[in-house]
């Protein structure tokens, strides 16, 4: 071993005692009935694991948007939207976004990490205070300590809390709340309704992630903030394109001095090769069926009622709610990993969550499910699931409490 990666090694050993190590497994192929089977390392898996919410990724009508734009445009962007990189169809495609949104204008980023991290950076920075949902997004965390500005986490969705905070900085002229609407891990969604209130009553401003709310909730799609009827009181709407749209890239809707001043002091917009322009064409039609095919938001919505009725009914505790994102509680990281493991053997894919990602001690199995899995398909994996659970109690699982499974359902 090389001396000078010593203290990687060290750091590696004591992450697999903790059970946090990741490797990346190869997915051969995804396209097997719409997306919902997909081939692993040989292995065909029902998948229960991708964020294609309404089942776009394979439609073949946005597959040949994208080839449309490929062959007029090329294949990929040489340069930044600020050199040459700004086709006609990304100005084409921030008109749509701005009207489905009702907002001014829109900005594309290359995806919804960059898009977090460049515009809370570019809004924000020294002698600010942003106050931050602790169950946020990694890129909004990120963003924020890219910002310099003092960075206050507010225990998840307590408004009490927030309240207390926000008293505490009334002096500070520039202040942030930022939250997302659904969050990643939990599937739960923040009180958008009551966060507006104190942003008005503190003088805030407010930012809202939608990355797992666009497509899913809304008439159109427009995400959670229309939803709930606070859309064009937020400052800031940031979504994506790689979740429910099934596509790639990301976008925030403002107020037109926002997006003016963001497309000039952006750095991750600024100095990021613009996206290819198959992406770009892909995308608009993406949107177009987003907002009109609404039996995609209908099923997703009866099918993640449905999934958690059918697991409760196995004795899992599982919250209740209506978004996709279903977690099931493991607690131990080398138990959520052996769930994991012993679901694909079974012929699912699903992805056992851990630290850093979520708090320690809360590592679970993070379930999603789509508009165009089946009932019968949602029904299998749940008896699959529950005959899991009945094999690790029998089994002789090292230090594991067993009572550690007992907590995940009746058994």
Not at 96 to 104: I, T, Y
Not at 140 to 164: P, Q
Not at 378 to 390: D, E, F, H, Y
């Amino acid at each position: 071993m090389d001396t000078r990666y010593a203290w990687l090694e060290e750091e590696w050993r004591q992450m697999e005692q903790e059970a946090t190590t990741r490797r990346l497994q190869v997915v051969e192929s995804c396209g097997e009935e719409q997306g919902k089977w997909i081939r692993v390392e040989g292995r065909r898996l029902l998948n229960l694991s991708s964020n294609n919410y309404l089942g776009l990724a394979h439609d073949q009508r946005i597959v040949e948007a994208g080839t449309r734009a490929a062959r007029r445009w090329g294949a990929g962007s040489t340069a930044s939207r600020l050199v040459i990189g700004n086709y006609a169809l990304y100005e084409e495609l921030e008109r749509e976004l701005a009207a489905w949104k009702k907002r001014d204008g829109a900005l594309v980023f290359a995806n919804g990490y960059q898009a977090n991290t460049g515009v809370i950076s570019a809004l924000i920075g020294r002698g600010d205070v942003v106050f931050s949902d602790r169950w946020n997004h990694a890129s909004i965390v990120d963003g924020i300590i890219l910002s310099r500005a003092k960075h206050i986490r507010y225990r998840h969705n307590d408004l009490n809390h927030l309240e207390e905070l926000l008293s505490q900085h009334e002096h500070v002229q520039r202040k942030w709340i930022i939250t997302d609407s659904i969050f990643s891990m939990d599937g739960d969604m923040a009180p958008l309704t009551s966060l507006m209130m104190l942003k008005e009553r503190f003088g805030a401003m407010l930012m809202v992630d939608e990355a797992h709310a666009g497509g899913v909730r809304a008439e159109e799609g427009q995400g959670l903030c229309h939803e709930v009827g606070v859309a064009e009181k937020i400052d800031v709407l940031m979504g994506t394109f790689s979740k429910a749209f099934g596509v790639y890239g990301a976008y925030v809707c403002a107020d037109q001095e926002i997006i003016r001043y963001l497309t000039a002091k952006a750095r991750s917009h600024i100095y990021s090769t613009a996206l290819p322009p198959a992406v770009i064409g892909s995308v608009l039609e993406a949107l177009s069926l987003v907002r009109t095919e609404t039996w995609r938001r209908r099923e997703v919505k009866r099918n993640a009622i449905l999934f958690r009725q059918m697991l409760r009914e196995h004795g899992f505790m599982v919250g209740d709610g209506d978004t996709p994102i279903i977690p099931l509680m493991i607690g131990e990281n080398e138990l959520a990993l052996r769930y994991s493991t012993m679901l694909i053997e079974r012929g699912i894919s699903a992805v056992a969550i851990r630290p850093p990602t979520v708090p320690a001690g809360s590592a679970r199995i993070r379930f999603t499910v789509m508009a165009t899995h089946t009932h019968a398909e949602l029904k299998w994996a749940a008896n699959q699931l529950a005959a899991i659970r009945a094999e690790l109690m029998h089994a002789d699982f090292g230090h594991v409490d067993h009572r550690v499974l007992e907590q995940t359902g009746e058994v």
